[in-house]
């Protein structure tokens, strides 16, 4: 590993974790990549002056986000930086692509089902009218990182089976003739249920991210519900606050 690694002992932040800063910086711009091994812990110690116990506490901050895994027998590498997205109108699969995450999907569940009340409230529709219900499992670099549930107006678009495997369900919609225009959504956070901490390779209980959205198109009409939840170790959401005049 040939980083700029430096610290700062006149610094009020720990030492641990300004290093953990760093190394997760290396990471997220690609200086680290997936699969490269980090070292060892005696000679990163030895290198920058630092305790043991100091570096394997960055080390260690690091593996719980996600961004490291030990496995026995070869060190410490890096698994892959967490993606974050920024609030605007654009589909997981796209912001995986645009982060050099080869993304892959799963499809759990693609049927007609009668649309319950707050579907039929989102998508516009009379309550037990016909919708579409896709449900995926959005993986990159072979690991889980969202589970996707959609719904959508029948024959709007084609969603072979097929096809949602490989490519994202924005780009079906626009290649459909579809103008995707805004969105009305929510985030939150709630406790991973049983089934959904297995789909995600999460224990029981652990915090998971949600996102609810309602897309429209150019003419005014609903074209999508989203109902997704996100490995937070995997995943955020970036916002850009400005201060109101």
Do not use: C, W
């Not at 006149?10 to 974790?17: A, E, H, I």
């Not at 409230?121 to 549930?149: K, N, S």
């Not at 939840?229 to 850009?240: H, I, K, L, V, W």
């Amino acid at each position: 590993m040939s980083l700029d690694l430096g610290v700062d002992r006149g610094s009020p932040v720990p030492l641990y974790f300004q290093l953990s800063q760093q190394l997760e910086s290396a990471i997220e711009r690609g200086v680290l990549t997936p699969g490269s091994l980090l070292g060892n812990e005696i000679e990163l110690a030895a290198r920058l002056g630092l305790s043991r116990p100091t570096v394997r506490q960055a080390i260690q901050s690091l593996v719980d986000k996600g961004l490291l895994v030990r496995r026995r027998g070869v060190g410490t590498q890096v698994v892959h930086s967490r993606v974050k997205r920024p609030l605007e109108l654009s589909s997981l699969y796209d912001d995986l692509t645009a982060a050099g995450q080869r993304p892959a999907t799963k499809v759990l569940v693609n049927t007609v089902v009668p649309a319950g009340p707050e579907i039929a409230a989102a998508l516009g529709v009379a309550e037990g009218a016909e919708v579409h219900r896709v449900g995926r499992l959005r993986l990159a670099h072979g690991e889980p990182m969202a589970h996707l549930t959609n719904h959508l107006p029948p024959g709007l678009v084609d969603l072979d089976t097929g096809l949602l495997e490989t490519t994202g369900l924005y780009r079906l919609l626009r290649g459909a003739g579809i103008t995707l225009h805004s969105a009305r959504q929510s985030i939150g956070a709630r406790a991973a249920g049983d089934a959904e901490a297995g789909l995600l390779d999460e224990e029981p209980g652990a915090p998971l991210l949600t996102m609810e959205r309602t897309t429209f198109d150019d003419t005014g009409r609903a074209v999508e519900f989203g109902s997704h939840t996100y490995r937070p170790s995997r995943y955020s959401f970036e916002f850009q606050l400005l201060v109101r005049s």
